[in-house]
Structure formats: C-alpha cells, structure tokens
C-alpha cells in the first residue's frame, strides 16, 4: 500500500489493507471490521497537542471552527477541499458538583462531555460529519443507516444542509423516540419503518446497501468511528492535554467505545501522550450483550483472536425469543456490530463493563437535569454506571472521571416528562412497564386552580 491512509483489516492474523477510495463495511478476505490506517512516518503528525491550540485563532475557518476537523491532522483521510462540516463538535467538557456528590466523585473530579449540544443534538455528528465527507470523496448519491434515531437524525440533517446526498433511514417499529423521528421526517429523509427491532433494521439496511450500492454510513463504517475519536481529543483539550483517570461510555452498537480505544492507541504510538486512561463501557441491563459476555463468560480480544462466543450467544437469544429491551432506546440493541473492536479498546484501555437498570438510568438523569445539562436516558446510563463503579470500589472518589452525555435531553421527552409526572397512570405506562418503581428525585407540577390567590399561596409554600 502507497497510499498515507489507506484500510486494514483489525485481525493482526489478516492485516489485509484497502484503498480509501473502496467502499466496505468489512474485509474482504476474513470478514473483520476495518480500521482506517496510516503512514504516520510520511504524515508527519504534529509532535506535541499543544499544536492544536493555533487553530483556535482561525475559527472563521470551518475547519478549524469544526470540533472535528480541527483534528484533521489526526485523521488525514482527505483532502480539506473535500470535508463535509456543518459545524459539528461545538462541545465542551463540564463540571457538575451535584453530579459528582451523586456518584460520589470528589467535586471537580468528575467531568461531564456534553455532545447533546452538536448541531442534530447528539455526539452522531461527530462520525457523521467523517463518513460523509469519504462518501463525498468517492462520489456517493445515497447514503443509508440503520438506527434507535440519533444515527438517523444527524444522517437526515448532513443530507438537508448540504444537499450533496439522499438520507434512506431504516428504523425499528415503535422503538424510536419521537424527538428523533421529528427530525428524520422533517429533514426530509426516505424513512423506512420496519416491522422489527433495531437489531433487524441493522440486517436490512446492510443488505439493501449492499444491493443497491448505497452507502452505508452505520459505525461499521470505518470512517464514521475517525470522526468520533474527536471527541476524546476534545476532552483531552479542555483538560489542557491531560489525560483523565476514567472514561465512561454508554454502549450499544459499541461505535464510540470503539473510536475511543483507537484514539487513545494512536496518540500513545504516537508519543503524543504518556497515559492510557481506563475505559468503562455501560449496558442497559436490558440490552445487555457486551456485559454478559465480557463480565460473565469472559470474551476478550486474545490477541485479536476473541474466542467464538458471540453466534453461539446470540442462538441462545434467538431460542428464548429474547429481544433487547430497555427505556434507554438509544440503546436498545443485542448485536451489536462493533463488539470486536470494543474489546481491542478494554483490552488496551484496562476496560470494565458493567449493566445498569432503566431506574439507575432514569435516577441519574434527573440528576443530570437538576445539574443543568439535560440528557437522553441512553447517556445517563454512563453516569449510573461511573457511580456503581465508585461504590463497587472500581473507581476510586480522587480519581478524575469524564462520563461522556451522547445525547440532549429533547431527544426523548416522554421519558423525562412521565418520570416527573404525578400521573400515576402516565408513569405505569411508560416506565413501570420497564420495572422502574419510583421516581426518586421527581421535580412534580404543583396542579392550581385558575385563581390567582391560590396560586401565589401555592407559590410562596413551595418556594
Ligand atoms: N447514546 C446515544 C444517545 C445513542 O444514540 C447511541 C447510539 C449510543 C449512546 C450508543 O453508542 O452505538 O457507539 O455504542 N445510537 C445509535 C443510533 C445506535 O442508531 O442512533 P454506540
């Protein structure tokens, strides 16, 4: 291979490499996922971080602007005149003391990476804005996905901004929130509602793909996964380039634990930085794959030889008719396509992963909320998560800790609003369904009658 960025195949037993320039979600000899790679020798990549910091002073410049983009050097895929960005990755690291009192952090240790505030709403934006550029560069007129809604959203959005694509989404039947679907449907995109789970929506889409050569912009797509490795570059920025102790992640189609593990590797490789930080990848009790098998029957990357565990797996799931299922709809999936580049990066990143409940989920989202920075019940499962691992021991109170929100909290407002509610009935439905018993940090309406007297006497006794 010429090229200075080029493909390769994650098995080291393979390695086969590719052009950037072909289109695949896998190899073509063994069927491993793909890694977009580099001659890092030719490239030249900037010897210290703290080079970055100059494109701070060139933010009329939409590269530099682009949380994403600013990194170009670290994922020189192609060339400026060809990037896709609508100004994605506008996001920052913040602090929160009320959430660090409730997972038990010290105050200031534990850091919230709020990429609910990209311009779809969600951290999805950050890959998309990556795999839209290489369909771009090779030509493509369609771009399709597979998605609990975000994917489809951010998917939906490039296509209308930019006009340069046609958005074909696949979705699961009832199984997207409709803070999500709202901005599929607006944005124009073909929606294709099938009957089934995200898991069979992910099926579908890889084969209709396939057959109609439409580009597949899901995270099996190695280039959606180099624009999320921005985002930890971007945690690394605010903390002035240090690296933190802990990094917490949601998991689902495991994308993003993925794009972290590969970025943290490169920048050691590189010398660019001196630490690892440790990588906790949380389920949804629910849908709850990696963690049964990581943590119960002890999958791991071996070498990039993961022992055959995941078919057998999931023709257990088949046999016992058992679907993924959780309020974290984000979430919501058995199979998740990435699990062996996930477990390169626990494996690199001294990983854990752990499982939390819809109402471990839904308690640190209001807790979340109370903080200030809302979000979907999918990114507080990383803090539920960070939580059980302090009070597990894991994670210990001095450690610095980044719990990374993935999602803003107007993506699913019929979670939040039946947690807060005083309807007994609204709250049976939609979360006593899942096994959430109470509300424990509800924030209810104060029911008035229309009559001023009595609501300044509601006001100054709840006030
Ligand atoms: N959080 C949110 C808000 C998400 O939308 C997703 C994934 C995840 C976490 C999980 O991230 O897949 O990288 O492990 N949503 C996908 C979608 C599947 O279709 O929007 P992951």
């Not at 959005?157 to 803070?179: H, N, Q």
């Not at 124009?188 to 929506?201: E, H, I, K, N, S």
């Not at 690199?348 to 471990?360: L, S």
Request: glycine residues 10%; proline residues 4%.
């Amino acid at each position: 291979m010429t090229d200075v960025a080029f493909q390769r195949c994650i098995s080291p037993q393979c390695g086969a490499t590719y052009g950037v320039d072909e289109v695949r979600t896998a190899c073509g000899a063994c069927g491993s996922l793909l890694d977009v790679a580099y001659d890092w020798q030719r490239l030249k990549p900037p010897s210290k971080l703290s080079w970055f910091e100059q494109k701070w002073s060139r933010r009329y410049e939409p590269l530099s602007l682009s949380g994403v983009w600013r990194f170009h050097e670290l994922l020189p895929f192609a060339p400026p005149e060809k990037v896709v960005t609508i100004g994605e990755g506008q996001t920052q690291l913040h602090s929160s003391p009320g959430v660090a009192k409730y997972v038990g952090i010290a105050g200031g240790r534990l850091l919230l990476q709020y990429e609910g505030m990209n311009p779809s709403g969600s951290f999805k934006d950050n890959g998309m804005s990556a795999a839209f550029t290489h369909a771009h560069t090779i030509g493509a007129k369609r771009a399709a996905c597979a998605s609990t809604g975000n994917t489809s959203a951010s998917l939906a959005l490039y296509c209308s901004v930019t006009k340069l694509m046609r958005a074909v989404i696949f979705i699961g039947s009832g199984k997207i929130s409709y803070g999500k679907l709202s901005q599929a449907l607006d944005y124009g995109a073909l929606t294709m509602q099938v009957a089934g789970d995200f898991d069979d929506a992910m099926q579908r889409v890889q084969e209709v793909s396939s057959q109609l050569g439409i580009y597949l912009v899901n995270s099996v797509n190695p280039f959606r996964l180099e624009g999320q490795k921005t985002i930890m570059y971007r945690v690394l920025e605010s903390l002035r380039w240090q690296v933190p102790d802990w990094i917490v992640v949601p998991g689902g189609n495991l994308g993003n634990s993925s794009a972290f593990g590969k970025a943290f590797i490169e920048l050691h490789e590189l010398g660019l930085i001196d630490k690892i930080p440790r990588l906790a990848v949380i389920n949804a009790a629910g849908a709850n794959t990696l963690f049964e098998l990581y943590e119960h029957r002890g999958l791991r990357w071996n070498g990039g030889k993961p022992q055959e565990m995941s078919s057998e797996y999931y023709e257990e799931l088949d046999a016992d008719k058992k679907r993924a299922s959780t309020i974290a709809s984000a979430i919501e999936i058995n199979r998740p396509v990435n699990l062996n580049k996930c477990l390169r990066a626990l494996d690199r990143c001294r990983g854990v992963v752990r499982e939390v409940t819809d109402q471990e989920i839904l308690d640190a989202k209001a807790q979340v909320g109370a903080g200030g920075l809302g979000c979907e019940p999918a990114s507080a499962a990383s803090v539920a998560g960070a939580k059980m691992l302090v009070a597990q021991g894991v994670i210990s109170p001095e450690e610095q800790v980044v719990c990374i929100l993935t999602g803003h909290q107007l993506k699913d407002p019929d979670a939040t609003v039946a947690y807060h509610t005083t309807d007994q009935d609204q709250f049976n439905k939609v979360l006593g369904s899942r096994g959430v018993r109470r509300a424990n940090y509800a924030n209810r309406a104060v029911a008035v009658p229309n009559d001023l007297v009595e609501i300044i006497k509601a006001i100054q006794l709840y006030s």
